[in-house]
Each structure stands twice: as C-alpha cells, then as structure tokens.
C-alpha cells in the first residue's frame, strides 16, 4: 500500500498506519459534528487486530465509549437467524423448498391482495405455499410497507396487529404463537416468490426455527450460535448488571436536524426479555 507520495508505515499485520490514520479521522468528523456520541470501528488482517473507540456512550455523558460497549445489532440480526435457519436444513429439521405450512399452519392458505392499497377482501388465491427459500430470500409476499401508517387498509390492520414492522420497539409485539397468528390473518402483497419485501420473512424464521427446534428461538441462537462462537454479550435483551455497558441510542429530530433520545440503557425497550424474539431486528 501507499499514501500520497510516500510510503506507508505498515504493521506486522500488513495495516497501513496512515489509512487507519485517515479512518479515525473521518470516524471522528461524526462525533465532533454532533451527529452521533460515539463509536468503534474494528480492523482485522492476518491476525492482528485493531479497535479503534471515538466518543461517549452518550451525548450529555463523560462515559468514555470503548471496546466492551454493548449496542444495538437491529437488523444486523437478520443474518443470525439465517445463520439458525442454515443450522436446522443441514440437520434436516426443514427443508429448502418445502411449505412452511407443517409447522406454521397459521400461514397455509394464503390469499393475496389485488392490490397493495385495496381492501383487505378483495384478494385471490395463493399460486402456491410459501417456502423457507421464500422467507429467507424475503420473498414470501409480505414485509414492511414504505408508506405512512395508516395510509392503506393493510398498513391500519398491521399496526392494530402489533406485527412490529416500523422501527425495532422490543416491547410491543406479543409472543411468537400469537404474532404468528395475527400475521396469518392479513393477505399477501405478492404471491409467494413474486416479490421481493424487506424485513418480515426473517421475524417468521424466528417462529419456525422454534418449532423446529422444539425450543424458544433464543435458546436456539444462544446455544447453537453464541456460545460456539464466544459471543457472550449477544442476546434480546440486556441483564441489569450489564446495563451500564449499553450505549444510549437516539435518532435524528426531523425538526431539529438533532439527536433526540430512543432508548434509554437502564429503563428501555432492551432492559426487559421481549415477548417476542424478533428474528428481523430483535
């Protein structure tokens, strides 16, 4: 590698210093912007290894972002549970093409929306079952609807569901059984394999890998995914003793252009076990 000019320093790892040097400056731009407290960054070549942490673990704190910070994964949990779901097809617990409905019969008998701003009757039927390759490829026909709440019959009856499909908020969903089942009550936007919608198919992996595996979804990921790996700080919720490792979490104030606070670490949406471990962004 080369800077501009001259020779980078490298490490024994073959990691440029001045390129680490230039990513802990556009990291830190973030921070003294105020567009976030905090961060770390993670660089890893032929062993070595570089943490890198900017900021606090909140805006009004002095606590020192570092390393052991906990933060919230959202939808980076989608790839774990198809991590879970892979688990359960090589032992032969479910089966690619196969229709979710053996274990999920509250998804059998699908009827599909004429269309996606119509009526919640006018429907025809499903071509075909939905599969695991369709849930995995978020093509099962359903998923989150990019439009105002409330603007359509579908997206009023999701939200009087709490089928979770906004922003993650832990607490609101019920549990597995009775999400499955609400969500069995609504049409399909696509017909199975149809249509490409983000999000759903990986909370209904969530169900199935518990059905399949004959126990809850977190047991599952705990036991077959994060202790193998060592990722003991990974899970749906944060015990109390740990909370102090929680980062807080905002979003941006549209009014503002500021950072207003979404979750507090000790009282928040995580400091409790949901109802509903939430396969998409649980």
Wanted: net charge negative.
């Amino acid at each position: 590698m080369q800077g501009a000019g001259s020779l980078d320093a490298m490490s024994s790892g073959g990691l440029s210093e001045a390129r680490l040097g230039r990513m802990h400056h556009v990291m830190e731009g973030y921070v003294e912007r105020g567009e976030l407290p905090g961060l770390v960054t993670l660089v890893s070549r032929r062993g070595e290894v570089v943490v890198d942490a900017i900021g606090t673990m909140a805006a009004d704190g002095a606590e020192p972002l570092g390393r052991e910070t906990i933060f919230r994964i959202s939808s980076m949990t989608k790839p774990v549970t198809a991590v879970a779901t892979m688990i359960l097809l090589e032992e032969c617990l479910l089966r690619l093409d196969e229709p979710v409905d053996r274990l999920l019969p509250e998804l059998a008998g699908r009827r599909v929306l004429k269309g996606i701003d119509g009526p919640l009757e006018d429907t025809v039927p499903a071509a075909r079952p939905i599969t695991v390759r369709d849930l995995l490829t978020f093509c099962m026909g359903f998923g989150i609807i990019m439009a105002e709440p409330g603007s359509t019959p579908l997206l009023r009856a999701m939200s009087g569901l709490r089928l979770g499909q906004g922003p993650p908020d832990p607490q609101e969903p019920p549990g597995g059984d009775e999400w499955i089942r609400n969500l069995g009550t609504l049409p399909l936007v696509h017909q199975p394999g149809e249509g490409w919608m983000y999000n759903t198919g990986s909370d209904v992996l969530g169900v199935l890998i518990a059905r399949a595996s004959g126990r809850p979804c977190e047991a599952f990921l705990r036991e077959r995914v994060f202790e193998p790996l060592g990722m003991s700080d990974t899970g749906f919720s944060v015990p109390g003793d740990d909370s102090g490792r929680l980062a807080t979490v905002y979003r941006t104030d549209p009014a503002t252009g500021g950072l207003s606070l979404y979750d507090d670490p000790a009282t928040g949406q995580w400091s409790v076990a949901p109802r509903f471990a939430s396969g998409g962004a649980g």
